[in-house]
């Protein structure tokens, strides 16, 4: 070493940046920007004026006032929480009679109804509502029609345009998540005690309300506040039910303030904050329910095999509900999908309509000049935000499963807080916040696969972590001990070992994205449109007979990718995708 020269030890030299620091910093960065800043820009805007060209948006208590303390504010209220009500009390009864029937009872035909009852999961809520508007309507509802010929009347017995009529088109579309989240709890449950409760001369009705009820009581509270939240969130039913006839509820109202002219967007923002408060009490109580679960266990490490009760002659009166059921749920919702699609213009099924039917609303569909950009927008944000939630996901559920991190656990509630944002609550915060953060995204794809991926990352999570969970710890450190980076044992080994579960989830998600219309709704510009939107564009426009010609080809479309991903549990022996 020559004189006046520094000796530089090769500890003291900058090290560069590791694969699994990066992954991990990344992904913590992402998730805390997607979860975290639009909610802050929603607050913010509820707590402005609106700028005008002569006026900077100001400081001000007056849109919670208008929202909370103005004469419509009970009213409100009281609409949406006998909305929310009404249909998860509709979706739970009917859900939660149905699951016990086709798993605690000998009915006749079980395994094909779970299959049938599972169809509305790919039936998108808005063309449910329109479905049961033209079966329900007060003056061209086919029920209506059909009943006042039997009867030779002009009276009205059925009228969907009203809050029963919302809540059944909800609670109805909501009762096959109901029928999941049941079966799951009664599937799970060791029927010792409803035998011993039989074999001491119970009935069993009395087993029922005695017994099983009370063993899973934790599960049913927990399906009931998931269904509430449901409800309240719901925005097809409200819009196009409620609106017409002057029933508003909280998400309604939040529509008709963006809406409006000029845009009420600091109004929008409070009603969205009062429902983001309840949506988060609501799932506060669902934690807190499901955490007191283990008082009520009953599956322990000793193996059973599930019984079912012996009904009699009553099997094949449950076998005639589950036959009503499916026919209200599926049969009739698609059948006049089908039959709207054939007529130029709508008329209820009769000979003289028969007559007239055609494809030319499929035609007008196919030769619309902006329907392959919207294919093409939907199949992009669909497969775009399926890949980035899985790659997303894989990573999350690495660092929550495989690290001893501090604060793990809130990167894991990050990921989940977004089953908590009611879609057009999330739609208003992520517009909010690229209005003011301007790095333009605003008005293009981008921002809709922001709130896709912020949407739908929950799901993600599920199949992620629970395939993360099954993998052993030492394929990863024989890897490390080889000299393997953690980017290379990470996607050479584990991606593919996680492969069927990222799959599954891959395509959950592909179909849930599809069907997604309350997170786009106040979004899409006319250069981003998607088929949830041309939809309700068609709708609005009047143009039923495209309506269901796009609803049908869109309902067979996700049809063939409910078949995938049965086919993809069955063969890598996943679980069914829940709603």
Known sequence: ??????????????????GRTLAIGGAVVVVAWITLVPIVFLLRESFLTAATATAPAQFTFENFRLAYASAETLHLFGNSVAFAIGSA???????????????????????????????????????????????ASPKIGIINLVLQRIFDT??????????????WVDGLHQSPLAFLLMTAAF??????????????????????W??????????????????????????????????????????????????????????????????????SLCMVAQTRVTKEAGRFSTVTGKGFRPRVMNIGPWRYAMAAVFIVYVMLIVALPFGVLVWSSLQ?????PSAAALKSVSLAAYHTVLGDPHFLGVVWNSTVLSLGSATVIMLLASVLSWIVVRTKLPGRWMLDNLASLPLVFPGLVLGLAIMACYLNVRIGVYGTLWIMLIAYVTRFIPYGMRYSATSMIAL???LEESAA????????????????????????????????????????????????????????????????GELCALGVMLIATLFCFVLLAQFVGRRFGIAEPGH
């Open 481 to 544: 001990m080889s000299g393997a980076s953690w980017l290379t044992t990470f996607w050479r080994i584990l991606l593919p070992l996680l492969k069927p579960g990222l799959l599954a989830g891959w395509i959950y998600v592909v179909i849930v994205s599809v069907r997604e219309l309350s997170g786009s709704i106040l979004l899409y510009s006319p250069d981003t449109e998607v088929v949830s939107i041309m939809i309700w564009e068609y709708w609005q426009n009047g143009q039923y």
């Open 187 to 208: 599937r799970s449950m060791d029927p010792s005690l409803e035998e011993s409760a039989l074999m001491s001369g119970a009935s069993v009705p009395q087993t029922v």
């Open 344 to 348: 130029r213009f709508y008329s209820a």
């Open 210 to 279: 005695r017994v099983t009820l009370k063993l899973v009581l934790p599960a049913m509270l927990g399906g009931f506040i998931i269904l509430f939240i449901r409800a309240l969130e719901s925005f097809e039913v409200p819009a196009l039910i409620g609106l017409p006839v002057g029933i508003h509820v909280y998400t309604s109202s939040i529509y008709e303030a963006i809406q409006s002219y000029p845009s009420e967007v600091g109004l929008a923002s409070a009603y969205a904050a009062g429902l983001l408060v309840v949506a």
């Open 1 to 18: 070493m020559t004189w006046g020269a520094t000796r530089i030890d090769a500890s003291d030299r900058p090290r560069p940046i590791e």
């Open 154 to 167: 002009n009276a009205v017995f059925v009228n969907v345009y009203s809050l029963g009529g919302m809540v």
């Open 472 to 474: 052993h710890r030492e």
């Open 89 to 135: 009390t509709l979706a739970f009864t009917v859900g939660t009679f149905l699951a016990w029937v086709n798993e605690r009872t000998n009915t006749a035909f079980k395994s094909l109804f779970f299959a049938l009852a599972l169809i509305p999961l790919v039936i998108p809520a808005i063309l449910f509502t329109v479905s049961w508007i033209f079966l």
